[in-house]
């Protein structure tokens, strides 16, 4: 792959981080390659993605250097151009960087040699019934030292702007896109659609729209399922619901789900991939649904997913199954699977185990 342009996100409050992007800088100086910083601001306020991506000269390859959370700055930005994007892990999660920072110089070798493959994951899109704003002053008071807010996304000059269908907004998620409450004694309450079927009516604290690669992240900390980043799904997760039915409901990639305030409900914020990106009154709706840009991830083997998730969730063994001794492998791991497991995705770990 020809890489004219790489743009660096840098998680700046990590000491590590700082040298992987001198390694980074380094590189790129010896190959001709143009760098610039992107995702930062200096004049006190942030830029949509687009502001973003134009002024670091359209990248070829988004280099993000911390943990998840610096990829899904990065994520917004490459998804943006359609550009690549390599996460080189430097958090304590890492589901999604792919890298060690030790790996950061032979990774970039190995994607200007052609030694990869790209890792197509769903972007979740928007539709509003509105323009999703910011309060004046709601800023100062969710800032928590983590720096000025995105602004408000606007609308995709690409898309037609229909009363029923809404206002398309400019702004894709790759983990979930969340409406919460605002305040602690109010509680959202939310008509929830599938596919513009009345599911149910909820009161909740939040109510999430997450992606498969999403559901590692806040889905499954309020309960949600574990959905293979390869799957091609939506997943609808309430969080702490007053009602019996608490679970998550999975959907088919066309099929939309629509959130709507209900009359008595309190005001709610909208959050895309953890960032507060507006706030909706009691009458208004989101529509949440597959993208049709996808974010394209630099992977250079193949991806462990199941291990990842034992070691980063520190999954343990029942007691009675360690008992009963070791398993053995399920399938063969040292000749080729029979022809009807050929079309399987079967990994093993380097012992064989």
Not at 340 to 345: E, I, S, V
Request: aromatic share 6%; charged share 20%; with cysteine.
């Amino acid at each position: 792959m020809t890489v004219d342009r790489l743009g660096l996100v840098v998680h700046g409050g990590r000491p590590e981080a700082v040298a992987a992007a001198g390694l980074v800088r380094t590189w790129c100086a010896e190959h001709a390659v143009g760098c610039a910083d992107i995702d930062v601001w200096h004049d006190g306020g942030r830029r949509s993605a687009r502001e973003e991506v134009e002024a670091g000269g359209d990248p070829d390859l988004v280099v993000t250097l911390g943990g998840d959370g610096t990829f899904l700055r990065g994520a917004r930005l490459a998804a943006e151009n359609g550009s690549l994007v390599l996460g080189v892990d430097l958090g304590r999660v890492g589901f999604l960087t792919e890298v060690s920072a030790s790996a950061v110089r032979s990774a970039l070798d190995a994607v200007r040699e052609d030694r990869f493959e790209v890792d197509s994951r769903m972007l979740l899109a928007l539709r509003a019934s509105r323009r999703l704003e910011v309060p004046a002053g709601m800023e100062s008071l969710i800032a928590y030292g983590r720096g000025p807010l995105l602004p408000p996304p606007q609308v995709r000059p690409d898309c037609e702007v229909d009363p029923d269908w809404g206002i398309p907004l400019d702004v894709t998620a790759l983990n979930d896109v969340v409406v919460e409450k605002l305040v602690r004694d109010r509680q959202v309450s939310v008509g929830v659609y599938v596919s513009g079927r009345l599911l149910a009516s909820y009161s909740a604290d939040a109510l999430l729209v997450a992606t498969p690669t999403g559901s590692t992240a806040y889905s499954f900390a309020a309960g949600g399922p574990v959905v293979s980043p390869r799957a091609e799904a939506l997943v609808f997760t309430p969080v702490a619901p007053h009602m019996a039915f608490d679970r998550s409901v999975v959907t088919a990639p066309d099929e939309p789900v629509g959130l709507r305030l209900l009359e008595r409900s309190g005001p709610a914020a909208v959050s895309v991939d953890g960032q507060l990106r507006g706030v909706l009154d009691p009458g208004d709706w989101i529509g949440v649904y597959a993208a049709p840009r996808r974010l394209r991830a630099v992977r250079l083997g193949p991806m462990d997913f199941y291990g990842r998730l034992r070691e980063r969730m520190n999954l343990t063994d029942a007691p009675a199954a360690v008992a009963d001794g070791s398993p053995a492998p399920l399938w063969s791991v040292t000749t080729p699977p029979p022809g009807d497991l050929a079309h399987l995705a079967l990994l093993t770990a380097p012992d064989g185990s």
